[in-house]
């Protein structure tokens, strides 16, 4: 095989395994190649890595296993996105959540899983880290749960200038009576995907 080819193998298995990375052997094994061409390989990328100062990623050794990583100096902008994440899509549950709360604010999270019938810890976790939520106070008494509002990043990330332009729950809502969840969710997705 020629270095080219092998290199390029390389770095496809270290590419696919990510954050696990594979041992000199590990790699051998796989490509069926002697275990000292590896190494070799593995020592060529790690230069041409270094060496490119276009290139982002380099290779490390960790206990013996090769991965590849982003290159110490593009720590802030990676910082940017991890800080950063509401480009990403939200999911049904969180938007569903994030309805929830916009709605029926200030809620515990205790409230919101009786409406939804499903635990609703990691949605809120995911809504927080995002800004789009926010601990707004406590419920008095035992416990003292948390309550949750939602934020100006929320009105933001919508479009909205207040909370009051969100759009009315249909008519005939009784705010007391348990209603399905799918209300919530379809008519939050009906406002903002139009």
Do not use: H, W
């Amino acid at each position: 095989m020629n270095s080219k080819k092998l290199l390029s193998k390389i770095e496809a298995l270290l590419f696919v395994v990510g954050d696990e990375g594979m041992t000199a052997r590990q790699l051998s094994q796989y490509l069926e190649v002697d275990l000292m061409d590896i190494e070799a390989g593995l020592s060529e990328l790690e230069t041409q890595y270094n060496e490119n100062e276009a290139c982002s990623i380099t290779l490390k050794q960790l206990a013996g296993t090769y991965q590849l990583t982003t290159k110490p100096e593009m720590a802030d902008t990676i910082k940017k996105l991890v800080e950063n994440p509401t480009s990403q899509v939200l999911t049904t549950a969180s938007i569903e959540v994030l309805a929830i709360i916009a709605y029926k604010q200030p809620i515990t999270r205790i409230e919101v899983e009786d409406l939804r019938g499903v635990k609703s810890e990691r949605p809120i976790q995911t809504l927080v880290s995002r800004a789009l939520i926010q601990e707004v106070g406590r419920v008095e008494g035992t416990g003292r749960a948390i309550l949750y509002g939602t934020t100006k990043e929320f009105l933001n990330y919508f479009g909205l200038k207040e909370i009051t332009d969100l759009p009315p729950l249909p008519e005939g809502y009784d705010t007391e009576e348990e209603r399905e969840t799918d209300l919530f969710l379809t008519k939050f997705q009906e406002a903002f995907n139009e």
